[in-house]
């Protein structure tokens, strides 16, 4: 089992970080590993809510649904996933720094059979991955072009 815990500040208040990174429709736009995100239980998400997500990680199609496992807006949000590679939890927190927000995404996983393996190669690509997808939301976020 590996954890990763990236931290970020944007520019931004905390509702619209909040809001734009828990909204499944953005995910594609900030995580480059993302194809795509779609709720599969009525809107708006919440707790309870299902997510699927279609990935492509070193070229292979890679898909994962989720259960959200905690949702306080504009605080924090976490899931698990149901379906998947390997079982992997990830959580939001959103705090308000004066006009900014500070941003911390933690990610636990468990590689099992051979992905074990190579445990330490898919930790440090989770944690390169979410960083830079992390950068990303605070640059669209902080954009004029930016919208939520």
Do not use: Y
């Not at 995100?37 to 199609?61: D, N, Q, W, Y």
């Not at 992997?88 to 051979?114: K, Y």
């Amino acid at each position: 089992m590996f954890t990763i815990t990236e931290r970020i500040d944007i520019g931004k208040d905390r509702e619209e970080v909040f809001a734009f990174l828990t909204d499944p429709a953005n995910r594609a736009r900030w995580d480059a590993s993302v194809v795509s995100e779609e709720l599969l239980t009525p809107p708006p998400v919440k707790e309870g809510s299902a997510i699927r997500t279609r990935m492509s990680v070193m070229g292979r199609p890679i898909a994962f649904d989720w259960r959200v496992t905690e949702f306080q807006a504009p605080r924090a949000m976490a899931a698990t996933t149901t379906s998947g590679t390997m079982p992997t939890s990830l959580r939001f927190t959103f705090a308000e720094q004066d006009g900014w927000c500070r941003v911390t995404a933690t990610i636990e996983a468990s590689p099992a059979g051979m992905l074990r393996l190579v445990e330490p190669i898919v930790a440090q690509t989770a944690s390169s991955t979410l960083a830079a997808g992390l950068a990303r939301a605070r640059e669209l976020l902080e954009s004029d072009s930016s919208s939520t």
